[in-house]
Structure formats: C-alpha cells, structure tokens
C-alpha cells in the first residue's frame, strides 16, 4: 500500500476512494445527502457513514474527518488508510468501528472552514433553548478581522490595529477573542451559527444510530492548523472527568485548552458534546488530533482572507483564486514527508484508542 496515494486533491476524489475503499472491504457505507448545497464541481454533497463491527457493540470508537472542511484531506488520507491496510479486520468481539467522512461536505468540497451557512461546525453545538452569548471580546476585534477590502486602505488600517491588539493584550487573549467561537455576527468567522446546522441534526442522528447503546464511546475528530508542522496535538475535548483515562490511554499527551496546555484556545460548542449526548450511557473519551502546518498568523490570515471573499469579493478572480490557493495550504501540505507523518502518528493513535477501549 502507498500510503501518500490514498490522499486526495479534492472532495470528489476523497470520497470516491473512501466509497472504493469500503466496497474493497465489503463495508455498507450509509450516505446522507446535504441537499442545502452543491460542491465545487456541482457534485452533491454527502456525509459518508462506514460502520465496521457487530450490531450492538458496547464499545465504538467514532473517527471523524472534515469538521472543518478543508481540514477534510487529511482525515480523510488517515480513514482511507485505515481501510486500505485492513486495520479493522480483527476488532475485538464487543467494538465497533464508525468512520465519518466528512461532517462539512460544503466546506471540505469548497476548501473552506465553515458550511454552507458560514458556520463553524465546532462552535455549533449547543443548547439553541437558551439565551446565545454576547462575545464581547469577539465584538472588539470583528471589524479588524473582517475589513471591507482585501487588497486596499481597509486593510491596512485592520493590520495596525490587530498589530496594537496584540500589542496591549497579549497572543493568548487575541487568539482566544478571534476563535473561541461567537454568534453574534453571521459574516464573521469562528461564528457558531443562531440554529442547529444540517451537519448537527445529522451528526446526532449517526451517533445515536451507531453508539446510543454504547457503554464506553471513543471519538477522535481529525483537525488540521494549529501547532508545528506535520505534528498531531491530542487535544482533549471531554468532560473533565475523562481526561486522566485519556491520558492513560494516550501515554500522558493528551493537553487540554481549558488549562492553557493546548495550542488551542478555549472553545464553545465542539461536536463532541452532541455526539456524546446521543451516547447518554457511555463513559466518553473525546479527543481532537490537531495536525500543524504552517504558522498561526499564516493560517489565521488565510481564514481572513478567504471569509473576506465569501462576503465581498469574487472568488474567480486573480484575488480570488491566491487566497483560495492560501487557504488550501493552511489546511493541507501536499508534501509526501507531511503525509507519512500524518499518517504514523493516525495510526499510532488509533491503535492506542483501540487498546484503550479494550481495557474498559
Ligand atoms: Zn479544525
């Protein structure tokens, strides 16, 4: 197996390899149609669901890719790896498996963070029956992360005055005011949405589908964007009372943003919460794995400029099509020695997730 040839260049391709790959092993793939939008190539959209294991297995393990869009080409070289290397056949008698590819079809499609809505996934899930936050800290740096221009006297005005935020309050606390997650403005970015997003409802659907009987659920959700190049952080994402059993599980590397251990800040609304309250029984260990890949700003500028395109510029412009090219490198480097590493280190987890339910 050629562990580099089974990433993908686009949506289309990754989920053609994915299906491919599953129909290889003889696995049922379930396909929900996201019929809110169409792709990039006017292909439709869907949220891929490969289950591998008995019915009713007390333990499942849930990998997820595409969360994040444009995170997609990784998470998605990872299960289709899995899947191509036969990692799966000989689970243990009470686990099951759960692939999800790709949670935001729309983004990972469009090379975008959010879905269709402009929504970040991971800031979606949350109890919509009460009252949202009012993000004050986010209010502060919004017209300086969304300038009217990309390219003029706007621009450059927002560049002096991050560069003074920054200056007065510190990385730490611009980082966490940009992408903690806000629902106050809906052109904005990290915006959480107002409603359950299509991907919510599907998403508790699946898991309640696949582990709502569940008594211990494992869950890696696959990011790309923070930290060094090619390194995959385990950032824990659970209820505080699961962290030392991750720990165990992940020999002592699991960090945590909550206790500033983490590359990321503190965020609101994460997808693990709804894929844990459809396992109402489970003890849960939820972990993102956060692979880098080029320094924050670079990638933080790129999420800029490619939400300023979406809402005032032209995507098949010369403009247009730099950032698109800026964005995608954010989320993915296209280097061999980037995927081998993405890929030891996948596996690597995915072994001790599989070990550590075992022992549960
Ligand atoms: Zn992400």
Known sequence: MNVIDNFSATYLEARNKFLDACKERGIVVESNLNDRAKGAQGEDLYMDVARIGPEGAKKVLIISSGTHGG??????????????????????????????HAINPYGFSHVRRVNEDNIDLNRNFRDYSQPLPENEPYREVHDMIVP?????????????????????????????????????????????????????????????????????LAFLDIHTGLGPYG???????????GLSRANDWYDNECTSPEDGSS???????????????????????????????????????????????????????????????????????????????????????????LAGLDKS
């Open 71 to 100: 995170e997609g080409f990784c998470g998605s070289g990872i299960q289709i790896n899995l899947l191509r290397g036969g990692f799966f056949k000989e689970l243990p008698a009470d686990t099951a498996v759960v692939l999800i």
């Open 148 to 216: 009217m221009d990309w390219d003029g006297d706007a621009r450059a005005k927002a560049e002096e005055e991050i560069a003074a935020y920054i200056e007065k309050n510190g990385m730490a606390q611009f980082q966490a005011a940009v992408t903690g997650g806000q629902h106050i403005k809906e052109n904005g970015i990290f915006f959480g949405g107002k409603e359950a997003s299509w991907t919510n409802d599907t998403l508790r659907a699946v898991s309640k589908k696949h582990a709502g009987d569940a008594e211990h």
């Open 263 to 353: 590359t990321s800040a503190p965020v609101t609304g994460t997808i693990n919460l709804g894929v844990c309250e459809m396992a109402p029984n489970a003890t849960n260990t939820c972990v993102a794995i956060e692979y880098g890949t080029l320094p924050i700003m670079e990638v933080l500028n790129a999420l800029r400029a490619d939400n300023w395109l979406y809402a005032y510029g032209d995507v098949n412009s010369e403009l247009g099509r730099k950032i698109k090219k800026d964005v995608r490198d954010a989320f993915y480097c296209d280097a061999d020695d980037w995927k081998e590493m993405v890929w030891e280190r996948g596996h690597s987890v995915v072994t001790k997730a």
């Open 231 to 241: 390194f995959g952080e385990l950032i824990y994402v659970g209820d505080l009372g």
